[in-house]
């Protein structure tokens, strides 16, 4: 089976560009979160996504933003970005059911300069 | 509100020695815990979770956690580290109310194992 799989590895962009980072969950899964991880800042949550619908997101300015696409994979796009937006985002999915675990993708390293 | 604590944010140990990663949750209803170690440059892998029914829950790669309701805690333990067990490691709590869930993870722990 498939894991979770995320595109591009790695993404380099200027400040005020915009970047698009996509995510394929394992098959079957229907919930899709993002996840921010910058240097000595953990895990912080960015979206969730559940059936096509966002169902949450975190503590994030609206430049980021995403959706997810009726075959379940999903996309995140970050405008406007800063040199503070250069960080590790990880995908996950899940199969959106009370108490499962989630699945991680290898992540998108993304560098703004 | 929901948070998870992790305390301690770097954790050297000697190889074969034991180690415990501490992790204290808070939330005003029940919750399922999960411990993730995340390898240099890669995503996060789950090691264990609890869900419900036996406290002591054993994972992978020989690492146990004990989920302990009164302290609010989950702790995880390996009675004897390998070098390839040099990771970061987060405990994360999931909670689901009328149908929303809210995940939280904690702020990572990085366990170094010194040869």
């Known amino acids: 089976e498939a894991g979770v799989t995320q595109s591009p590895t790695h993404l380099i962009k200027t400040r005020g560009q915009q970047a698009t980072l996509r995510c394929s969950p394992i098959?079957?899964?229907?919930?899709v979160y993002w996840y921010q991880q910058a240097l000595g800042l953990g895990l912080q949550f960015l979206l969730w996504y559940d059936e096509g619908e966002e169902r949450n997101r975190g503590n994030f300015p609206p430049r980021f933003s995403g959706r997810q696409f009726p075959n379940y994979s999903s996309e995140l796009n970050v405008n406007a970005l800063e040199l503070e937006d250069s960080a590790l985002y990880l995908c996950a999915s899940s199969p959106g059911e009370a108490g499962r675990e989630q699945y991680f993708g290898p992540g998108t390293r993304l560098t703004v300069t | 509100a929901q948070s998870v604590t992790q305390l301690d944010s770097q954790v050297p140990v000697f190889e074969e020695a034991p180690v415990e990663l501490r992790c204290n949750y808070s939330s005003s209803v029940s919750v399922y815990l999960f411990w993730y170690v995340q390898y240099p440059n890669q995503g996060l892998q789950l090691l264990l979770k609890y869900l419900s029914g036996s406290t002591l829950v054993k994972g992978i790669n020989g690492f146990e956690a004990e989920f302990n309701k009164s302290q609010t805690s989950f702790h995880l333990r390996k009675p004897s580290v390998h070098i390839s067990d040099t990771a970061e490691y987060f405990c994360?709590?999931?909670?689901?109310?009328?149908?929303?869930?809210?995940?939280?993870f904690g702020t990572g722990t990085k366990l170094q194992v010194i040869p």
């Open positions: 994360a709590v999931t909670r689901t109310t009328g149908g929303y869930q809210k995940v939280t």
């Open positions: 098959s079957g899964h229907t919930s």
